[in-house]
């Protein structure tokens, strides 16, 4: 197990850098208390953002992300960002495959290829994964979520260089939270899928959970068997709610 949990905020396509800077300032109001450095809270604002947000964050804990990445260094690619630009900014992650880009037409083969970029660039890739209802209807949801991580990492990776967030793509914005027997099965799942791969070392990976998270059901969910996290859309968009969902990471002394 990771020995802090990871509590991710996705901004999405929300906030200019001014709503982004406030956000920012709202979160650091708790800086005093250590509760960034009591379990690990990241941010991931859009990219028009990300350098003025990282320098509010220089001089303490939080950490700043982005949601995507293009797979080539430099080049001819209109209107895209590299993994080494991101890292530029001062990111030390990179959300990469959200659903949301999947359901766009990003393939596992594309995502795979942006997870050696965030590799090559020394960020951390948050690759993203989840079935889609009728996946889950028959029950071809694990099926899917192990092919989605087979498909989407790079031969060469190893454990330590890479997180995990388990999205069922039903619960995403929808306010729908999936129960905890089935994040338990699929996170026990996910598990085995990693341990298979890469023996105990599987153990270390940060498994996230994703999709409508909460401060009523944070705790809930974050000390479940092999959840080492939350990935939050919506409710990152609130610093108070934020905060409380970062609080329930903290485990008691
Ligand atoms: P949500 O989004 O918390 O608003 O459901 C989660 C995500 O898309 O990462």
Redesign the pocket.
Same mark, same amino acid.
């Given at each position: 197990m990771p020995n802090q949990k990871l509590i991710a905020g996705?901004w999405?396509m929300n906030g200019l850098t001014g709503d982004c800077l406030a956000l920012t300032d709202d979160l650091l109001r708790v800086n005093d208390t250590g509760l960034f450095e009591k379990t690990r809270v990241l941010v991931c604002p859009p990219f028009t953002a990300l350098n003025l947000v990282a320098e509010r964050l220089s001089q303490n804990h939080l950490l700043l992300g982005a949601q995507d990445c293009h797979a080539a260094q430099s080049g001819a690619h209109t209107g895209c960002v590299s993994a080494e630009m991101v890292r530029d900014t001062g990111c030390t992650y990179v959300i990469l495959g959200? &659903?949301?880009r999947r359901n766009g037409g990003e393939t596992s083969a594309e995502v795979k290829e942006k997870v050696s970029a965030a590799l090559r660039a020394g960020l951390t890739p948050i690759l993203?994964v989840g079935e889609q209802e009728t996946d889950r209807d028959n029950n071809q949801h694990i099926d899917v979520v192990s092919e989605q991580i087979d498909s989407s990492l790079p031969d060469d990776i190893t454990a330590d260089k890479f997180v995990l !967030?388990y999205?069922p793509v039903w !619960?995403? $914005?929808?306010g729908r939270t999936a129960s905890t027997d089935d994040i338990i099965e699929m996170h026990e799942a996910i598990r085995k899928n990693l341990n298979n791969r890469f023996g105990s070392e599987g153990d270390y990976v940060a498994v996230l959970y #994703? $999709? &409508? +998270?909460k401060p009523a059901n944070a705790y809930e969910i974050l000390w479940l068997e092999n959840v080492d996290g939350v990935? +939050? #859309? #919506? !409710? &990152?968009l609130n610093a108070e709610d934020f905060i409380k969902i970062a609080e329930a990471g903290v485990a008691e002394e």
């Open positions: 996705n999405k959200h &659903s949301e993203c !967030a999205e !619960a995403i $914005g929808t #994703g $999709g &409508s +998270v990935l +939050v #859309g #919506g !409710a &990152s």
